[in-house]
């Protein structure tokens, strides 16, 4: 093990403590080391969420199996229907508005009796 001898961490300690040009040097160089280890993921972070929208935003359903595709397909890469409007607005949107009541299902509640 090769160990730096102790002058060097001397001299180094010496140069941030004293304020003089190489010890303002070494710490705005170690400030913006930090900075850019913490803005760095932030940073990667914004430009995957714009990533993502901007996939989102290309994107298409097929109106009969509900796959996921790229605006610019003519046919599903799943079922190989085309799509209805494969330029401008997601299949979804150009369907009829259905209430929600005729898709849903009621369930009613009974007793069973366990004696018969």
């Known amino acids: 093990m090769n160990r730096p001898p102790a002058v060097l961490w001397i001299a180094v300690v010496l140069l941030l403590l004293i304020p003089t040009a190489a010890g303002r040097l070494l710490l705005d160089l170690a400030g ?37 595709g790229l605006k ?11 799509y209805a409007n494969a330029g401008d607005t997601p299949a979804s949107a150009a369907a009829p508005f259905t209430p ?17």
């Open 32 to 68: 913006g080391v930090l900075l850019a280890l913490l803005a760095l993921p932030l940073i990667l972070s914004g430009l995957g969420w714009i990533g993502w929208k901007l996939l989102q935003s290309r994107m298409i359903s097929c109106a009969e199996c509900g796959a996921n």
């Open 72 to 82: 610019g397909a003519g046919v599903c890469g799943v079922c190989g229907t085309p």
């Open 100 to 116: 929600a009541s005729d898709l849903t299902i009621d369930v009613i509640a009974q007793d069973v009796d366990s004696d018969s």
